[in-house]
Nanobody, 113 residues
Framework: QVQLVESGGGLVEAGGSLRLSCAGSEVIFNTKTVRWYRQVPGRLREFIAFISSGGATNYADSVKGRFTISRDYAKRTANLQMNNLKSEDTGIYYC???????WGQGTQVTVSS
């Protein structure tokens, strides 16, 4: 089964940027839809963005105009460029692969105000 590894999280000041990456262990990664979610303690996991195998994208209203999702098929990655970060963007970010419902281990993003 394909495995996912997220990276790129960290601590950043409000208004700053981070670039998250979700790497797939097998080439089948490129044939599936990738979604990014955010988890905050005490709250349900929140959808952030998705990108289909063909490159179609969609975003949560809360991140439209600030976040951009993209894919690198050669590297088998799906990336989330996050600009103009806000304190409410803080959380653990997970990538998810469908079909198959595969999850990565998550990467922590902390935005200080």
């Amino acid at each position: 089964q394909v495995q996912l590894v997220e990276s790129g999280g960290g601590l950043v000041e409000a208004g700053g940027s981070l670039r998250l990456s979700c790497a797939g262990s097998e080439v089948i990664f490129n044939t599936k839809t990738v979604r990014w979610y955010r988890q905050v303690p005490g709250r349900l996991r929140e959808f952030i963005a998705f990108i289909s195998s063909g490159g179609a994208t969609n975003y949560a209203d809360s991140v439209k105009g600030r976040f951009t999702i993209s894919r690198d098929y050669a590297k088998r990655t799906a990336n989330l460029q996050m600009n103009n970060l806000k304190s409410e963007d803080t959380g653990i970010y997970y990538c998810n692969l469908t079909p198959g419902d595969v999850w990565g281990q998550g990467t922590q993003v902390t935005v200080s105000s």
